[in-house]
């Protein structure tokens, strides 16, 4: 900002002019109270203020070094160049009280006594001499290694092993996919984005930017500031992250460290333990810290309080190539069914034909008399294997393309009334059968399975019986190579206000590994969890009639969800 | 190609006042500011194989400034207003623009501005400046209220920063 009449930043809804200066002064002073901090940022997110603010520091840097080297003397030279700063200070001085000097002089101290001290010569022998030179070229030797000699003999001691987005400060070190990092002197500098560093003895760090870390060694790191996730199998216990007044050490573990600008930090434990000792402001503080605790340090007080752990605070695991940033979260099988990739992208309105695998926009329902006996791949949806009508009449049922079957299916009507969707709404036909008047309308709209807020507000998959979807794990896994599939999990719910059976299964590779029976009187819900191995291709969800019959089966898998870990190379695997 | 020392050493000292006043900006302190600016000077010292030319140099100057300044913010503790990147990047894109605040005789025309200053304000600045008082300890030793003497220095650099700019003005016409 110029000092101009037309001053852009006269509207009255931003500070005045003169009261920016006073942020500025005050800031410069560092006095600036936390009320006025906040105003100051704020009105730095605005460019003018920017300039105006540079200018300014520009300004006093130059009158600091003009006055405080002494340089300035008054000038007698009457210059009369600027009438209007004379004028402006003559009407500040007319009203300004005078500044009154202290003249005191300043009182003679006064000599109390001289003493003098004997003169006392000392013998030093040559050998205390010798030894002293020894000790001290000792002394000097090992400050000047610790100084001078590169941390860790500047080895190279991790890799980058993936980035997404990263802009790096030095733009000297190479920081391509696969440059190896030394162990060095000088901090790393990422402005933006994601890295992911593998150390040699297989602990991995996720950071994010902006951060500043250095890498001390082939098993610590220090945070300036920023965000880093760790990742520390077995083989790297005592792995540690150090901070400015702290240090995090690993005892198996996965665990997160955000270190603010202003000092004060946190850490978040995920799995296993850490050690968190601290010594902020002289206070030494060693805590133990498990799985699912997190603590926040106060740079100011030294104080550690204990906070709610976030399981979603920190990327901990990035892949450039499928664009994963992982925060731990899952995998949502109703967005699959959507369409989407499990994160987003869904359109949960869409409907697939479990009697032909056919994707429709809009769920079509009221199906009555299809039946169908084969199994159904599904085109579009690279995660969802196929789609099928169980019914044990015929004995087993094809479940995926791999050509597992399952003959554990009761007899059922053969018959679906929907397709499976992830849009938990039926169709209500009015008028249809009961109402005989023939001059009134058919009329359908759409009725929500269930009245409770919750049930509808969460994603699910609703699988009117007779009805199976089996869904692809190797597509999974391909589409996210850095993690490993642990766990499905969904509630098993049968909000129908009709007392009707339905059964719910679960399957791994044609194998039941879950199964209950709703009824009105026994489930309203059920709690599914199931661990799924390495070697599990396919995972498959059916719906029953409960031999009474499809109608009113409306049968949710609410929140089914599919849980990764991060997969972390070990030394066999290598990177 | 690198650099020699001296052509080191001619560039930095050349710009100054906007990286001093670059550092300020972050940091705030004038003497934590001197304080860094040497060090960057030492640095680049330090690294004169790796320049290939003034215009590497002076962009890593610009950076080295910023990373070391936020750095000597970590040590300290209660330092009232940290940016974030982007603002940082919006000074930092700002001060390395060029005013006439740069201008090489910017120095003799700020002294015979304040020089006509009267001599209660230059009193008062010589004050701060010289002995590096907050303007709560300046308002203290003139016996004043705090605000009016921020509003007095305000007034002072405003009125400074005209004239400053209207000699400027005159010496290019001329």
Redesign the interface.
């Known amino acids: 900002m110029?000092?101009d009449e037309n001053n852009p930043l006269s509207d009255i809804s931003r500070p005045s002019e003169?009261e920016f200066?006073?942020l500025v002064?005050?800031?410069?002073?560092?006095?600036?109270?936390?009320k006025d901090?906040a105003r100051?940022?704020a009105c730095?997110?605005d460019?003018q203020y920017?300039?105006c603010?540079?200018?300014?520091?520009?300004?006093?840097?130059?009158?600091?070094?003009?006055?405080?080297a002494?340089?300035?003397?008054?000038?007698?030279?009457s210059?009369s160049?600027?009438l209007?700063?004379?004028q402006?200070?003559?009407k500040?001085?007319a009203c300004?009280?005078?500044?009154?000097r202290s003249d005191e002089p300043v009182a003679e101290r006064e000599l109390i006594q001289k003493v003098e001290h004997p003169k006392i010569r000392r013998k030093i022998n040559r050998s205390s001499i010798i030894s002293l030179c020894i000790a001290a070229a000792a002394v000097l030797f090992m400050i000047t290694f610790v100084h001078v000699a590169p941390i860790s003999s500047n080895i190279q001691v991790a890799t980058l092993t993936d980035s997404i987005g990263a802009r790096w400060?030095d733009r000297?070190v190479s920081m391509q996919k696969g440059a190896r990092l030394r162990a060095r002197n000088t901090?790393l500098?990422l402005?933006?984005g994601l890295a992911q560093i593998q150390f040699d003895n297989n602990a991995q760090i996720t950071i994010e930017g902006?951060a500043?870390f250095q890498i001390l060694g082939e098993d610590m790191v220090r945070l300036?500031?920023g965000q880093i996730y760790s990742i520390v199998p077995p083989e790297a216990y005592g792995f540690q992250i150090c901070t400015?007044d702290s240090k995090i050490i690993d005892l198996g573990t996965e665990f997160g460290v955000k270190q603010d600008?202003?000092?004060d930090m946190e850490v978040h434990v995920l799995r296993g333990k850490v050690v968190f000792v601290s010594k902020a402001?002289g206070k030494n503080n060693n805590i133990d810290m498990i799985a699912g605790s997190a603590r926040r340090l106060n740079?100011?007080t030294g104080d550690i309080g204990e906070i709610a752990c976030r399981e979603d605070l920190f990327v901990r695991q990035i892949d450039s190539a499928s664009d994963l940033i992982w925060r731990g979260q899952a995998l949502n099988l109703a967005d699959v069914v959507g369409g989407g990739n499990g994160f987003s992208g869904g359109i949960i309105e869409s409907g697939i034909d479990p009697s032909s695998g056919a994707v429709y926009l809009k769920p079509r329902q009221d199906y009555t008399t299809v039946q169908s006996d084969t199994y159904n791949t599904v085109q579009n949806r690279p995660f969802i294997d196929g789609v099928f009508v169980p019914d044990g009449r015929y004995g087993a049922n094809q479940i995926t393309s791999a050509g597992h079957t399952f003959s554990g299916f009761p007899s059922t009507s053969g018959k679906f009334y929907s397709d499976i969707t992830a849009n938990p709404y039926v169709i209500e036909i009015q008028g249809k059968e009961a109402d005989s008047t023939p001059k009134k309308k058919v009329v359908s709209k759409l009725t929500p399975v269930s009245q409770n807020a919750e049930i509808m507000k969460q994603p699910c998959i609703f699988i009117h019986t007779n009805a199976g979807i089996t869904f692809d794990l190797q597509q999974i896994r391909q589409a996210h190579p850095s993690l490993d599939i642990t766990t499905f999990t969904a509630r098993c719910e049968s909000p129908s206000v009709w007392a009707r059976k339905a059964e719910f299964w679960v399957l791994l590779d044609g194998e039941c590994v879950f199964q209950c029976t709703a009824d009105d009187a026994r489930l309203k819900k059920q709690v599914v969890q199931v661990p799924i191995r390495p070697d599990h291709g396919y995972l498959t969800l059916v719906t029953t009639d409960g031999q009474d019959g499809q109608d009113y089966d409306w049968c949710l898998f609410s929140r089914p969800e599919i849980w990764f870990a991060p997969r972390v190379h070990t030394a066999e695997a290598g990177l | 190609m690198s650099l020699e020392q001296d052509q080191i050493i001619e560039l930095i000292l050349r710009n100054r006042?906007?990286l001093?006043?670059?550092i300020?900006?972050i940091v705030?302190?004038?003497h934590s500011?001197e304080d860094i600016f040497q060090h960057v000077c030492l640095l680049a010292l330090q690294s004169s194989e790796?320049f290939n030319d003034t215009t590497h140099l002076l962009k890593w100057t610009w950076?080295v400034c910023r990373?070391e300044s936020?750095?000597n913010?970590?040590?300290r503790?209660?330092?009232?207003?940290?940016?974030d990147?982007?603002?940082l990047e919006?000074?930092q894109s700002?001060?390395e623009k060029t005013?006439f605040?740069?201008d090489p005789e910017?120095?003799s025309i700020?002294?015979?501005?304040?020089?006509?200053?009267?001599?209660?304000?230059?009193?008062?600045?010589?004050k701060?400046?010289?002995e590096?008082l907050?303007?709560?300890r300046l308002a203290e030793i003139?016996?004043?209220d705090v605000?009016s003497t921020?509003?007095?220095?305000?007034?002072?650099?405003?009125?400074?920063?005209?004239?400053m700019?209207?000699?400027i003005k005159a010496a290019e016409i001329s």
């Not at chain 1, 300004?96 to 009154?100: G, T």
């Not at chain 2, 503790?77 to 940016?83: A, E, L, R, S, T």
């Open positions: 110029k000092y003169g200066d006073l002064q005050k800031y410069l002073d560092g006095t600036l109270e936390p901090a100051f940022k730095l997110s460019p920017v300039a603010f540079v200018e300014k520091c520009k300004q006093d840097q130059l009158m600091y070094e003009l006055i405080a002494g340089s300035c003397q008054p000038d007698d030279t210059d160049f600027d209007s700063m004379w402006e200070f003559g500040y001085e300004a009280p005078a500044v009154v400060a000297d901090s500098l402005r933006e902006p500043e300036n500031y400015r600008l202003d000092g402001v740079a100011i | 006042i906007r001093t006043a670059f300020r900006s705030s302190d004038c500011a790796k950076m990373t936020l750095k913010l970590h040590t503790k209660n330092h009232p207003v940290i940016f990147e982007h603002i919006m000074i700002e001060s005013t605040l740069d910017i120095y700020l002294q015979k501005c304040l020089s006509l200053l009267s001599m209660p304000v230059q009193f008062m600045l010589k701060r400046y010289q590096n907050t303007g709560a003139l016996n004043r605000n921020y509003v007095a220095i305000s007034r002072a650099h405003r009125a400074l920063y005209q004239c700019r209207k000699r």
